[in-house]
């Protein structure tokens, strides 16, 4: 029976190690992980991430050939192949602060394998990590091994938060990058027949290594452009007039451009996009490369600049002021369907506002008033001037409110902020919410899911990205 062990139990590791045991019942698969809280939840009924259908998946498997462990050393080396799924998030300090991405979890994972290995390993990269990692990990790997054989292989993980389940079930593709060597391809087989088990094959590509480790981050930074091109657009129709719904669904009709990633909205989010652009812009740098560093980190400039764009939107509305103002905050997690609130645009908005002395009362149905409060009163970390920190005055964070019920959120508020596309949002009862709130009242739709005729027939101002004004 092939074994397999993946390091780390987040929102990659944990979903894709049990549609690979669902998928493969012949593969024993173990996920470990440092963090003792996040494996107990793992094998409890409250798994630790919100997921559409990983619940079902893991109930399939778990016990039968899917598990979770804190006994990372003994599955490593039980183990056939060892995916390395640790966080990867930019560095905060030191060379590179800023935007290259911090290895140390990374280094401390590869080390552990070289450490307690007794027969031969594929290591699979799984994290996105620079372009060149695998070779700084081949130094790690073969100089603590004695005579073992690691083949180190990139598999980048392309799914979405949200749509974790689904992506995985039917992935665009798979990426596997490894070493033109007989035995590097003889690895990428060695995984390739993992993944067959599901995923037709010509959706299985293979590269050299470079090319794989550096496809996962043209590709978050390709798709964070085209959000970046239709924000940088929303601003140049609130100023011209234009529509910016309509912009995009006559420029998406062209067939070389097509209909995804165009929706305008308060700003994308979420632990990857801006991470992974950072570390192309450090790697470019590092390369000698500073006008494609340049190009790369206007599309961040740009998410920054939308959610300025919208804080000042919101206040200047305001009669230029939101002091003392309930302000409602309908979602916060990045997205919808998802728990996650990393780098999550309503961080940003709601410490905007709070800068002008708001209160803000928040609901999300994912997430816990604990992620809030945590997410609001930490430093906000300038990656473009990474020396200076953001320090967020404490007291700001008892303006905060945060309720299960997005009624009660905006019972008595001036304004409603949404800024997560959850779909619960479009089927509530906005003329009971309006009557509940101080007039004028506004709505501003950082995501542009609303009907906004109907909000205006209500009695609602409304404030659209990219959409012409009301007067
Ligand atoms: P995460 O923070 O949710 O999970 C990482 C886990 O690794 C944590 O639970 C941590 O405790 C564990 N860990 C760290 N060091 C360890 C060690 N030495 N031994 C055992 N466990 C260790 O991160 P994530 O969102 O799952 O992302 C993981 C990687 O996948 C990152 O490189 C990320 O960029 C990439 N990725 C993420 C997504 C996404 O949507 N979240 C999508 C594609 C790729």
Request: charged share 25%; with cysteine; aromatic share 8%.
């Amino acid at each position: 029976m092939v074994k397999i062990c993946c390091i780390g139990a987040g929102y990659v590791g944990g979903p894709t190690m049990a549609v690979i045991a669902l998928k493969c019942p012949s593969i024993e698969v173990v996920v470990v992980d440092i963090s003792v809280a996040r494996i107990a939840a793992w094998n409890s009924e409250q798994l630790p991430i919100y997921e559409p259908g990983l619940e079902d998946v893991v109930k399939q498997c778990r016990g039968r050939n899917l598990f979770f462990s804190t006994e990372v050393e003994k599955h490593i080396s039980e183990a056939d192949i060892v995916f390395v799924s640790v966080n990867t998030p930019t560095k905060t300090q030191g060379l590179g602060a800023g935007k290259a991405a911090n290895l140390t979890y990374w280094e401390s994972a590869a080390r552990m394998i070289a450490d307690v290995s007794k027969s031969d390993k594929i290591v699979v990269e799984k994290s996105t990590v620079p372009v060149k990692t695998a070779e700084a990990i081949e130094k790690i790997l073969n100089h603590n091994s004695n005579g073992i054989n690691f083949q180190i292989l990139s598999n980048p993980e392309f799914l979405a938060e949200g749509t974790a389940i689904q992506d995985l079930f039917k992935p665009d593709r798979v990426l596997i990058g490894g070493r033109e060597t007989p035995e590097g391809q003889k690895a990428i087989k060695a995984l390739r027949d993992v993944y067959a088990n599901w995923v037709p094959e010509d959706r299985i590509i293979a590269t050299n290594l470079w090319s794989a480790e550096l496809s996962k981050l043209a590709a978050n930074a390709i798709l964070a452009q085209r959000i970046s091109s239709i924000n940088a657009m929303s601003a140049l129709c609130e100023a011209t007039g234009a529509d910016v719904t309509e912009v995009a669904y006559a420029v998406s009709k062209d067939s070389r451009i097509g209909p995804k990633f165009l929706n305008a909205s308060v700003g994308f989010g979420g632990s990857c996009f801006q991470k992974d652009i950072l570390n192309l812009v450090y790697i470019c740098e590092c390369n000698g490369l500073p006008e494609v560093a340049n190009y790369w980190k206007q599309v961040i400039k740009i998410n920054d600049y939308q959610k300025t764009r919208f804080v000042n939107r919101v206040v200047a509305s305001m009669f230029n002021t939101v002091s003392g103002k309930k302000i409602a905050i309908l979602g916060f997690a990045f997205k919808k369907d998802t728990g996650d609130t990393r780098e999550t645009p309503a961080i940003d908005v709601c410490k905007g506002l709070l800068g002008d002395k708001a209160n803000i009362s928040i609901y999300d149905p994912q997430v816990t008033e604990e992620q809030i409060q945590r997410d609001l009163s930490m430093n906000k970390f300038d990656w473009d001037h990474p020396i200076h920190l953001q320090p967020m005055s404490p007291t700001a964070v008892k303006e905060v409110t945060v309720t299960w019920d997005a009624y009660q959120a905006a019972n008595g508020a001036h304004g409603i902020c949404i800024l997560t596309e959850w779909d619960e949002f479009k089927a509530l009862d906005y003329q009971k919410i309006y009557d509940n709130m101080q007039k004028p009242a506004f709505i501003y739709d950082g995501r542009n899911i609303m009907d906004v005729e109907k909000l205006r027939k209500i009695g609602f101002i409304v404030y659209s990205i990219g959409k012409p004004l009301d007067a």
